[in-house]
């Protein structure tokens, strides 16, 4: 029997209703920006497996690093105790974060990186003597699929269920630069009639949503605003995080800086499951006391694991290096040309890039998970291209070490889309 056979007898999928989509491929080796299946046939990962293994699949510079650290420390508890592999990562995070993140709270994956920061947002004021139940997050956001992050989330199938479960949440449109000022009356009006604790948001980019790119000014003028309610800035930049927007985090292209801001996926190069929940020394010390309820306790057990610590160090050297901020460059342009090859074509209604993340929009009407979106995946896939449309937006976010090659099989796949889409009107 094969994998994808075997697969079937006891596995439930991630976001896969199984009676309609009983296929799962089996995938065997995965190295750069290439993986490939039972069958030995081989895929360019065009999303970076979600934007985790940036810098390519078990890249020999972060596999040697963790093999190493294997053989020296592989996981004490991070009460009470700490270790270099921690204590490195913290020192080299606070170097880069943008100005303002004083203090590193671990934990395991990107939902929890914004419990984390919801939690700690509701206790801040609350250990102030002020309590406020209400946080503001944008319509279309994605922040995970635990129950805080679900309900800071936008309202979708995923989470539609559990919507009587909710936190206090209030949301409002992203500011796309024509409705800005109507955004921020409606963000005013939130502040001044209910007791808001956060703003949480992903920065420039709202990944899930189809990598919808919005307004930086329009998002500055919010959190302005809400810091004068005495409202903490939540950026989540779990997927944004890692050089993908073009600069190290998305919030270094604002000019106000946030908060908190968490951070996951590309955090750890795609090798291990890790976050971190960043924050200002105002957040922290508000939790500082002599008063011992006055702590954070929240942990989960792995927290700061050694091995995940230290892939995190072996990417963040490689995100630094002279070599990958020239492929940052180097795809940056790529996608450049490519917009010029393909913007005017028939059957695209738009295009939009920032950093090495594109994307553009079909110009058919689709449903999320419906027949046209699975044929898109089930013809990419034939061409050996790993791309997941997201409703009728398909793009790209692959590993910085694409080569020219790899990348004109993600180019030239969706070429061939656009030959056969169905021309609206
Ligand atoms: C993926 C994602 C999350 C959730 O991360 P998980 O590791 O899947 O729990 C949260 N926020 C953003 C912006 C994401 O893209």
């Given amino acids: 029997m094969t ?27 995965a190295s750069g920006a290439v993986f490939t299946d039972e069958h030995g046939k081989q895929y360019v990962d065009g999303i970076a497996s979600w934007y985790t293994c940036m810098y390519g699949h078990c890249n020999p510079y972060i596999t040697k690093k963790l093999q190493d650290q294997l053989n020296v420390l592989d996981h004490v508890i991070f009460s009470g105790l700490t270790h270099e592999p921690a204590v490195r990562l913290s020192e080299m995070l606070i170097g880069i974060l943008p100005e303002g993140q004083e203090k590193l709270f671990f934990s395991d994956n990107g939902s929890t990186a914004v419990e984390v920061a919801i939690k700690m947002s509701l206790q801040y004021h ?38 009587d479960f909710f936190l ?4 409002i449109p992203v500011p796309d630069g024509t409705n800005n000022k109507e ?3 409606k963000f005013r009006s939130l502040l001044e009639t209910e007791a808001v604790a956060s703003f949480i948001f992903e920065p420039l980019v709202q990944g899930a949503a189809g990598m919808k790119m919005y307004d930086a000014e329009g998002l500055e003028a919010l959190m302005v605003l809400a ?50 929940t960043s ?11 002599r008063d011992l309820g006055k702590g954070f306790f929240h942990g989960h057990t792995y927290t700061a694991n050694p ?15 002279e070599e990958f901020q020239g492929h940052i460059q180097r795809i940056k342009s790529m996608h450049l040309d490519f917009d010029k090859r393909i913007k005017n074509l028939p059957g695209v209604r738009a295009t939009r890039q920032l950093g090495v993340i594109y994307a553009l ?44 090659a790899q990348m004109e099989v993600l180019y030239t796949a969706i070429e061939g889309v656009l030959e056969k889409v169905p021309v609206a009107g």
């Avoid at 091995?307 to 290096?321: N, Q």
């Fill in 183 to 185: 955004v921020l009356a």
């Fill in 279 to 289: 924050c200002s020394s105002d957040v922290y010390q508000a939790f500082y006391s």
């Fill in 361 to 404: 929009d079909l110009d058919v009407e689709m449903e999320r998970y419906g027949d046209l979106r699975q044929n898109l995946y089930n013809y990419f896939m034939s061409r050996g291209a790993f791309l997941r449309p997201l409703g009728n937006t398909i793009y790209i976010l692959a590993p910085y070490t694409t080569t020219k």
């Fill in 227 to 276: 810091r004068e309610f005495g409202v903490l800035n939540i950026a989540d930049e779990v997927m944004t995080g890692f050089g993908k927007t073009g600069t190290l985090f998305a919030t270094d292209q604002l000019q106000v800086k946030p908060d908190m801001i968490c951070l996951s996926k590309a955090l750890t190069a795609g090798m291990l499951p890790m976050a971190v």
């Fill in 126 to 163: 609350f250990n102030q003597s002020s309590k406020r139940n209400t946080i503001i997050a944008f319509e279309d956001g994605f922040h995970g699929d635990t129950f805080g992050a679900m309900s800071v989330s936008g309202l979708s199938v995923y989470n539609g269920p559990f919507e």
């Fill in 3 to 29: 994998i994808s056979e075997r697969d079937k007898n006891y596995l439930w999928h991630p976001l896969t209703q199984h009676k309609t989509h009983p296929e799962n491929l089996a995938i065997t080796t």
């Fill in 307 to 321: 091995l995940a610590c230290t892939a995190a160090i072996a990417g963040i050297e490689l995100l630094l290096s």
């Fill in 168 to 171: 206090n949440v209030k949301r």
